[in-house]
């Protein structure tokens, strides 16, 4: 069983279209499940113990799982408020999401923080691509190759994506009838996330493909940022810090 201990606790929230696929993220992160899903009205919440970095920071994720319907934007807003961290999801099947991220960001930019982290999660991959593995470069604080530089999947990577588990998933990817055509090119959403300041990540929250490394790079970003002094302890809200060695409690929620 996970232990209650934690070193940070840090609110994110998830926002992005409906039926990109935010609820089934935060259910694959906490519960490492996939399921039928049904609309978020309003909000959901969740939250996990995850280790972050090196020194294995053991942060307490608290997500606000945010309705992509329009008619609850207003609601969904006042959860911007506060928040360490943000997950910009769009589903890469379906470019009308990815052309959206524009105004969601726009939306964060005027009610989040100013420091917030956000990471760009481009979710369904495993409807058009058998394994993550062509997932282009992705280190840590230099997370995308320059935009004049070609993709070059040999690129050293670190932190490394979740590995996709060998599977028969994607033999026949292309004749199943799951199959959908990618909408949004690898490289679209990894220039647009460099060209905003964003993380990037490519996920599946049915194969569990880099959901848990979306959560823990924008942790790691966060967590550097306190380091730096660009956050204070408890400022934004979404940010606390334990103040004993080690806590046994869970803190709030
Ligand atoms: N194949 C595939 N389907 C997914 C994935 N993630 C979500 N889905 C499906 O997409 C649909 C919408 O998923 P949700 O998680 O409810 O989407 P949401 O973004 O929370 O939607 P709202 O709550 O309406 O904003 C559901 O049928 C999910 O099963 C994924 O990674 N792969
Ligand atoms: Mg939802």
New binding site residues.
């Given amino acids: 069983m996970e232990s209650l201990s934690w070193d940070y606790i840090l609110k994110y929230v998830l926002l992005?279209?409906?039926?990109?696929?935010?609820?089934?993220?935060l259910i694959r992160l906490t519960d490492d499940r996939?399921d039928?899903?049904?609309?978020?009205l309003g909000v959901e919440f969740g939250s996990r113990i995850i280790s972050v970095g090196e020194e294995g920071k053991r942060v307490k994720v608290q997500c606000w799982?945010?309705?992509?319907?329009e008619s609850f934007r207003s609601i969904t807003r006042s959860y911007f408020r506060g928040a360490a961290g943000a997950l910009l999801?769009y589903d890469v099947t379906r470019r009308e999401s990815f052309e959206h991220v524009t105004s969601w960001l726009e939306d964060l930019r005027k009610y989040a923080d100013e420091n917030v982290s956000i990471i760009l999660v481009a979710?369904?991959?495993?409807?058009c691509s058998s394994t993550p593995e062509t997932i282009p470069s992705i280190q840590y604080g230099h997370p995308f190759p320059a935009p004049e530089t070609p993709l070059d999947t040999s690129f050293s990577r670190s932190p490394s994506p979740t590995p996709a588990p060998e599977s028969a998933h994607q033999a026949n990817l292309s004749q199943s009838k799951?199959y959908k055509p990618r909408q949004v090119t690898q490289m679209e959403g990894a220039l647009f996330a460099k060209q905003h300041g964003l993380l990037y990540v490519e996920?599946?929250?049915?194969?569990g493909w880099g959901v848990t490394d979306a959560f823990e790079w924008t942790a790691r970003e966060v967590l550097d940022k306190v380091k730096k002094g660009e956050m204070e302890r408890k400022k934004p809200g979404g940010v606390k810090l334990n103040e004993t060695e080690q806590s046994t409690r869970g803190g709030c929620c």
Avoid at 16 to 25: F, I, N, R, V, Y
């Fill in positions: 992005g279209d409906s039926a990109t696929g935010k609820s089934s993220l996939f039928m899903t049904e609309p978020t799982d945010t309705a992509g319907t999801v979710n369904k991959l495993d409807l799951d996920t599946s929250a049915k194969e």
